[in-house]
Each structure stands twice: as C-alpha cells, then as structure tokens.
C-alpha cells in the first residue's frame, strides 16, 4: 500500500505563473482533502472532495484556486497567477468515505516556492 | 464552525520524562478527536485518536484523555525519548458537516538528552 501519494515535493515558480499539485489517495480511499501548512503555523482546512464532486470548498480563496478529482486520475490542486503570499506546503489526505470520513492519512505534502 | 486552541506551542521536557499537550474545541457536537505528529519535512501521521464515547485511549508511551463537558482533550507522552520531538497536532471533527478535520496550531515538543 503506497498511501497517499503527491507530487510534486518541490516547485518553484515565478510571480503570475500557475502551479498544479497532484494527490493520489490511498488504495480504496475515496475522499481527499487538501490542506495548507505556512512556516510555523498549523494546518488550514482547503477543500474537500469525492470522485467528481465537491463537497466542501468553505476553505478555499475566492479566487485563483481550484481543485478538481476527476473520475479517472488524482486530485489537482490548481494555483493560477501565483503570488508570494501562496508559498507554502500542501498536504492532501484522503479517508476510506463515510464510515470513516474523520480518519484522514496525509500524503508528504507538496512545498510550493514563489520568486 | 469548530476552532481548536493548542498549548503550548513549544514544549521542552528531559529525556525520560512526561510530556503533556492539551487542546480545546468549541463546537460541542464534535466526536472525534486526533492527534497526529509531524517531523521535519513530512506530512501529519495518525499517532492516536478518542471519540466522544470514551473517556480515554492509551497506546503503549501514548494516552488521550477527554472531558467532554470541559471541551478539552489532551495527549500524554510517557518516558520520552529522542525520536518523539516532532510537532504534534490536535485535531476535532464535528460529524455533522462535510468539511474536514479542524487543527490546533502545533506544539513543537523537543526532547532534551
């Protein structure tokens, strides 16, 4: 069982470019949820989505982010027009769906660097 | 919604000793209640959780308590060693919504030799 995978670790990019963050959840899992971790604080809930659907993007900015889990293939966090406000890691989880929605494994996380 | 309060953030102990995290939670309908450890460039990993339905949890060096009516929770370290200094987070989960665990802000626990 590989967990939960995401990639990449590491990435760089300009002011105004767009960064994509992938997750693939754990064998059977059919939840995901994104979270962001700036330096020294805790965890800030994002997003939260099954197969094609978005439950809940309460934690979501209103603009320049979105997340997608398509039917085929892993959750994409997408940033567009990135600023360096957005220079942080971020952590995707995933549960195994109702009955056990609240347990969450966390992927390594994906630290984004903006220049 | 739900909002966990961690003390304290950074925690110091001997080798050897216990070490004692607590956190509280705002939102009475919440149920369950992680904690999960995080090293150095590494994602959160489950170390141990309570639901609302027992008042303790221990695994081996590793206990939850819980008081419900107070609204905290707090995870005791017992013997502790160097491969535990980490940052820990508590979490709560209400049930009722479709959002996703609330986090404490972290303590850094640092195990002195």
């Known amino acids: ?115 | 919604g739900e909002n966990v309060e961690q003390h304290p953030s950074t925690l110091s102990v001997q080798e050897g000793d216990s070490a004692v995290i607590k956190c509280t939670y705002s939102d009475s309908a919440s149920n369950y209640f992680p904690w999960y450890k995080q090293e150095l460039g590494k994602g959160p990993q489950l170390i141990i959780d309570i639901r609302s339905n027992v008042g303790e949890k221990k695994d081996q060096r590793i206990a939850v308590t819980l008081n419900k009516t107070a609204k905290h929770f707090s995870l005791h370290i017992t013997e502790t060693q160097p491969e535990d200094s980490a940052v820990y987070f508590c979490a709560g989960f209400s049930g009722g919504g479709a959002d996703g665990l609330t986090f404490g802000k972290g303590t850094h626990l640092i195990i002195q030799p």
């Open chain 1, 1 to 115: 069982n590989a967990g939960v995978m995401q990639n990449p670790r590491h990435l760089v990019r300009r002011r105004g470019q767009e960064a994509r963050l992938r997750c693939s959840p754990m064998k059977g899992h059919s939840h995901v949820y994104w979270y962001r971790q700036l330096p020294e604080e805790g965890l800030k809930f994002m997003v939260y989505l099954q197969k094609e659907n978005i439950i809940d993007e309460s934690g979501m900015p209103k603009e320049r982010f979105s997340a997608e889990f398509p039917k085929e293939g892993p959750s994409i966090l997408r940033i567009q027009q990135v600023v360096r406000g957005d220079s942080a890691a971020y952590f995707c989880a995933s549960s195994p769906g109702v009955a056990g929605a609240n347990v969450l494994t966390f992927g390594a996380g994906s630290r984004l660097t903006v220049l």
